[in-house]
């Protein structure tokens, strides 16, 4: 490790008090620093002694924190309960017409292709699948060819929640951007792993308790790139107004019209706070440290009791995925690795139906993972 990834390591263990023993599953749900911890507390308390309207909070903060990692601006930000609340906001609200042609590949996630399927059932739209190649990585070629016939919309999963393969965003956004078609990147596995900024999305969809290691319940939207048929599914007071001599009420003109004024505030604050400590800890540095973690995983797992790694072994993300052997299973092998003490997550068919055959156990370390914890998870597998 260089010093700075070092430093990284030292610095994200020495912000929190407690980090559950044996924890691999940096990508189902991190852990909070304790001043993260401490914020949600502490805006609860307030709104205890206060009242919650009386001790609402101004967020442009947590906004602006949010927006500098994809180079947004805070009135781009609306903040939602999760990462699937997000998309079905976003997506449930574009006003496409009947017969517009929307491209995904299959790594899609589940409720994702859920969302998609059943909104071009009911309005008209045609799903068009993205080629890729052998891991799964959208082919650019291919891309640019269903762009040139013509598409309305792209949706991407940057990395997805099933395999630990970084997608070409930045390439893909290039693209999209020159042949004019919105882009819908979902980040929920990537901001704050591996670089966003520069793809140039017409929105993000993101979640709180994953790499930014904030907490449970808070998701976000980054719409930098609004165009006149983007709404929120459900339009609500906070976002929208009604015109005089209109029966339609109409959206305000940023990203406050995907967001209810109901939520968990406090849990957006310590989003806020959670994205300020990764910049603090620099990006690039972070992204570094947890491309390497990934890496020594892969080294380490690969092999180990037949259970062979999905992903490239060099591929720059910390999201292992391993595909059992005969006799062995995902689960099971989670069943082991919780009695020895580590904490590693599994991913069933569901979370990717087009992509994945059988489920997968994912590893996930997160900054300052001690290679003992993957030798023994190793051991564990092999057992």
């Given at each position: 490790m260089t010093t700075a990834t070092c430093q990284v390591a030292e610095t994200w263990r020495a912000a929190r008090s407690v980090v559950p023993p044996g924890l691999l599953d940096a990508a189902g749900c991190n852990v909070p620093s304790d001043r993260t911890f401490d914020a949600v507390v502490a805006h609860l308390r307030l709104e205890r002694e206060r009242g919650g309207y009386a001790a609402e909070p101004d967020l442009t903060p947590a906004r602006s924190a949010l927006a500098a990692l994809t180079g947004a601006s805070p009135a781009?930000?609306?903040?939602?309960?999760?990462g699937t609340a997000a998309m079905a906001?976003?997506?449930?609200?574009?006003?496409l017409p009947p017969g517009s042609r929307v491209g995904f590949a299959r790594t899609e996630y589940g409720s994702t292709l859920m969302l998609l399927r059943r909104?071009?059932?009911?309005?008209?739209?045609?799903?068009?699948?993205?080629p890729v190649d052998d891991d799964s990585r959208v082919e650019l070629d291919g891309l640019r060819s269903r762009l040139t016939s013509g598409l309305?919309?792209?949706?991407?999963?940057?990395?997805?929640s099933h395999r630990g393969v970084v997608q070409p965003a930045e390439e893909i956004g290039a693209l999209c951007r020159a042949a004019g078609v919105p882009l819908v990147l979902d980040v929920c596995q990537s901001l704050g792993q591996v670089p966003v900024g520069g793809v140039g999305a017409t929105a993000y969809v993101g979640t709180s308790r994953k790499w930014l290691a904030g907490p449970r319940g808070v998701g976000?939207?980054?719409?930098?790139?609004?165009?006149?048929?983007m709404d929120a599914a459900a339009p609500t007071l906070g976002g929208h107004v009604w015109t005089a001599g209109t029966t339609t009420?109409?959206?305000?003109?940023?990203?406050?019209r995907y967001e209810g004024s109901e939520g968990g505030i406090a849990a957006r604050i310590a989003l806020g706070l959670a994205a300020q400590e990764h910049q603090a800890l620099g990006p690039a540095a972070v992204h570094a440290h947890l491309a390497g973690l990934g890496g020594m995983a892969r080294r380490i797992l690969d092999g180990a009791g037949g259970w062979r790694v999905v992903e490239p072994?060099?591929?720059?993300?910390?999201?292992?995925?391993?595909?059992?052997p005969p006799g062995d299973s995902a689960e099971d092998a989670r069943s082991r690795a919780a009695r020895a003490g580590l904490l590693v997550g599994a991913a069933p068919v569901a979370r990717a139906p087009l992509d994945l055959h059988e489920p997968v156990l994912r590893v996930s370390p997160p900054p300052g993972t001690d290679p003992a914890t993957l030798r023994e998870l190793a051991r564990v597998l092999a057992g």
């Open positions: 781009d930000v609306a903040f939602t309960e999760s906001t976003l997506l449930g609200g574009w006003r909104l071009a059932g009911e309005r008209g739209w045609e799903l068009v699948e993205l309305d919309l792209v949706s991407v999963v940057h990395i997805a976000f939207l980054i719409v930098p790139g609004r165009t006149p048929d009420p109409a959206p305000l003109p940023d990203a406050i072994l060099d591929e720059p993300s910390a999201i292992v995925t391993l595909r059992p």
